[in-house]
């Protein structure tokens, strides 16, 4: 069942016109860490709504599956769901129903939501660049490096736990966690902070990622609970663009491998035990040369705060996600040149005191560490984006902003025996 009436409603809730506001109440990516939570009834503040899970048996379900399609938009699923025939399985047999995604449509924000049930206001990644105040510097969160990929604990005496240190959710969980993620990953910094609880497997392809999550689930003699990322769609899509068909054939590929290890080989009994949800993050908009701006060109340095060593602190967030630190008594200036620079993208330009009005970042409690990240200008492109670096600007699809085609996600939920008929 695809839940498209639900997808309207959630599209007609603009914050400006074309800008779709996060659904924090109820229909937000944002509460899917704390679905999971209460499906090993666990304590969760906030689970998506139960019509979710229409149609779905939830009550004998011992062991959860999220696979989470990075950059797997809800109108990409619609889009590509004639042509690959798990799609199909999913509209027919499962249960899809539309989210939002968070504020920012970021990965570094979401994941570091997934990961921990709480929203940027509260753990205050709000982007991939960062400017820490501890430690003096701007970095790249989810590397956990430098702008020139050094990384932090190279640079400080400090690790991840500076960048984000709330509670993860595998820690909460009463099952057990599995994090089944690309080779390399739960190696970085920010993965042994914001993971804390888990175990981790890793993967060279998606195929073996896929197979792992069901040798993981054949072997569990306990509740568990299995996060397969896939990095996989977004990255081609970034390089290509979410329409070219490289992309498309990276989704059939990845569509493919969790058809045949997660679903069709696993042990029927153990099917009937699990239930799988197919999720995204966020989805991608494309850009073209002509809505494609470079931030060193813009006259911004003059009305950006310093940093420790006196420099300006570059744009932070990220490409789609403009986020300005304004000198004492430059604010107007800097919206006013933020304003003319960036006329192609046709931008909503909020100040802080908007946005947090929004609650464009969440609507629980700012915690000290989102009020000291929190921007003072906030740029968000209606169309294409900007960055400062030659392989930034060379991108195609990029996400971030609040574009339909990036605010919304699918939530597929099934237990597997359904999706084996």
Known sequence: ??????????????????????????????????????????????????????????????????????????????????????????????????????????????????????????????????????LGT?????????????????????????????????DRLSGDSMIVAPAGQADSSYSRQATRGARHRDYHNVAQGAYRVREELAAATDPTYCYLYVPSVDSLAHYAGVAHPETDAQLGYVLNALKREVVELLDPAVAERTLLVVTADHGEVDATPETTVDLRELALDEHLRRDANGDPIRPLGGPRNLQFHAREGHRDALVAAIETGLDPLDPLVVTREELLAENLFGDREPSERFERRCPDVLAVPRHGFADMSD?????????????????LVPFAAATIDLLQE
């Open 138 to 170: 701007t970095l790249q969160t989810l590397p956990f490096a430098d702008a020139d990929d050094e990384p932090i604990a190279h640079l400080h005496d400090t690790d991840a736990s500076v960048l984000v240190d709330e509670r993860s959710v595998y």
């Open 391 to 407: 392989e930034g600007l060379s991108y195609v699809g990029m996400h971030g902003g609040m574009h339909p085609d990036e605010m």
């Open 1 to 134: 069942m695809l839940r498209t009436d639900l997808a309207a409603t959630l599209r007609e809730d603009e914050l400006a016109p074309g800008m779709v506001r996060p659904a924090w109440e109820d229909y937000s990516f944002g509460n899917v860490a704390d679905t999971v939570l209460s499906l090993f009834d666990d304590d969760a503040r906030r689970p998506l709504p139960e019509d979710v899970f229409d149609g779905v048996d939830t009550e004998g379900v011992e062991h959860v599956v999220v696979a989470l399609v990075d950059g797997f938009g809800w109108n990409h699923f619609r889009r590509a769901r004639p042509d690959h025939p798990f799609l199909g399985t999913l509209a027919e047999r499962a249960t899809v129903t539309p989210l939002t995604s968070i504020y920012p449509s970021e990965t570094a924000a979401a994941i570091t939501t997934h990961n921990t049930a709480t929203q940027p206001v509260e753990h205050g990644v709000l982007g991939w660049w960062a400017y820490s105040e501890e």
